[in-house]
């Protein structure tokens, strides 16, 4: 079974400063999808970025961005210029290209942004 | 456009009773998902459906059921509840279900509290 691991419970950042959330997986697929998604306190899930595993070129969503590690199974996503609306859970998630009715999540870090 | 609904948005039963969570996806979008999140975890999944069929279950007992009806909105039932199963339950919806990529948008959630 595909597993995706957050080290970080929590993780804070000052604002206007840059963060990095890390974020491993385990699987023996070589086509998949990944995914961060962020849920604030209101509860909505919302998707930040995504990326597909055959892609070599990091995603990129304004001031969020991803370093991809294939080979490491490493999923990091860096937020730059910090703002106070980025306070939240943020979960990594997997989803298996021959799968697509799965998509597994880590158990999140909770960022807190200070101003 | 109304995002993904979901009723009730809190829930209160005791051990043994039977649950029926409800969700309205997006306007046009035939694919819900559904998704527990049992605190300080993240999502994981329990059943998708397409076009009112089943497309994938995860890792649940039978205790947990879930249909789509013509309009696209489903129902999640939960019978004999147990203590375990108080959770956020997530509903999720996106246009198809063939597309690993299609970004699914979640609703905001019920909180099912079993005494």
């Known amino acids: 079974a595909q597993t995706v691991t957050q080290s970080q419970p929590e993780m804070s950042v000052q604002e206007a400063e840059t963060v990095t959330l890390s974020c491993t997986y385990d699987?023996?697929?070589?086509?998949?999808?990944l995914f961060w998604y962020k849920q604030p306190p209101s509860r909505q899930m919302i998707l930040v970025i995504r990326q597909e595993a055959y892609k070599q070129q990091n995603a990129t969503e304004n001031r969020f961005s991803v370093n991809f590690q294939k080979a490491a199974k490493s999923f990091s996503l860096k937020i730059s210029d910090s703002q106070l609306g980025d306070a939240a859970m943020y979960f990594c998630a997997y989803r298996s290209f021959y799968n697509n009715n799965d998509m597994r999540f880590g158990a999140g870090t909770r960022l807190t942004v200070k101003p | 456009d109304a995002g993904v609904t979901q009723s009730p948005t809190h829930l209160i039963k005791t051990r043994g009773q039977h649950v029926t969570l409800r969700c309205s996806p997006i306007?046009?979008?035939?694919?819900v998902s559904w998704y527990q999140q049992v605190l300080g975890q993240g999502p994981q999944f329990i059943f998708q459906?397409?076009?009112?069929?089943?497309?994938g279950r995860g890792n649940f007992p039978d205790r947990f059921s879930a249909r789509q009806f013509p309009n696209y909105s489903s129902e999640l039932n939960v019978n004999a509840l147990l203590l375990g199963d108080s959770a956020l339950y997530l509903c999720?919806?996106?246009?198809?279900?063939?597309?690993?990529?299609?970004?699914?948008?979640f609703g905001p959630g019920t909180r099912l509290l079993v005494l």
């Open positions: 999720a919806s996106s246009p198809e279900s063939r597309g690993s990529l299609e970004t699914q948008y």
């Open positions: 459906y397409y076009e009112k069929e089943e497309r």
């Open positions: 699987t023996s697929e070589s086509d998949y999808y």
């Open positions: 306007s046009g979008h035939k694919s």
